[in-house]
T-cell receptor
């Protein structure tokens, strides 16, 4: 299995509080992604990174920010959590070439109450 | 709206039968990939087909790609109960900055 660790694996938080999810990789892959998975929507891209300090928005980026200060770590922050951000969050990594696969973490289940 | 849409949304078959899932997408792609997700787990890569390829095989999996119709199909032959999972197509868009965009998935149930 690719070396990807998401933390925490489960979290319950209150509306309005900040939350940070961490993705850590040991593969030295250039690209890192954050997705959310909700019933009926499949996986939707939140943000992705193509290098240290290089990030770009995905299709559902509102309410989320990211940071990548080291190759191995990609942080997803919910500045002020809302109930609509209750979801399962997945991190993924891939190498630099276009025709390569992505490897996924095991997911973080976030509940905002 | 999402780049990829799978069809059907759910599929139930008997063990030993073949399962076919389809994926349609909207814009020009570099490649199309299929992933599998077991309940409560992360996604696992199955197969990648490049835009200049029309068919690819891997074990019991057969993938086709028709770029003129912007569609792909995944065939699982001689299905097993262990194939029960959700299957997603994903596309890397041409000029998309290496974004990987997923469809909504097909839930496959293989019954004994």
């Amino acid at each position: 299995d690719a070396g990807i660790t998401q933390s925490p694996r489960h979290k319950v938080t209150e509306t309005g509080t900040p939350v940070t999810l961490r993705c850590h990789q040991t593969e030295n892959h250039r690209y890192m992604y954050w997705y959310r998975q909700d019933p009926g929507h499949g996986l939707r891209l939140i943000h992705y990174s193509y290098g240290v300090k290089d990030t770009d928005k995905g299709e559902v980026s509102d309410g989320y920010s990211v940071s990548r200060s080291k190759t191995e770590d990609f942080l997803l922050t919910l500045e002020s959590a809302t109930s609509s951000q209750t979801s399962v969050y997945f991190c993924a990594i891939s190498e630099s070439e276009v025709n390569t696969e992505a490897f996924f973490g095991q997911g973080t289940r976030l509940t905002v109450v | 709206s999402q780049q990829g849409e799978e069809d059907p949304q759910a599929l139930s078959i008997q063990e030993g039968e073949n399962a076919t899932m389809n994926c349609s997408y909207k814009t020009s792609i570099n490649n199309l990939q299929w992933y599998r997700q077991n309940s409560g787990r992360g996604l696992v890569h199955l197969i990648l087909i490049r835009s200049n390829e029309r068919e690819k095989h891997s074990g019991r999996l057969r993938v086709t790609l028709d770029t003129s119709k912007k569609s792909s199909s995944l065939l699982i032959t001689a299905s097993r109960a262990a194939d029960t999972a959700s299957y997603f197509c994903a596309t890397r868009l041409t000029g998309g900055g290496n974004k990987l965009t997923f469809g909504t998935g097909t839930q496959l149930k293989v019954e004994l």
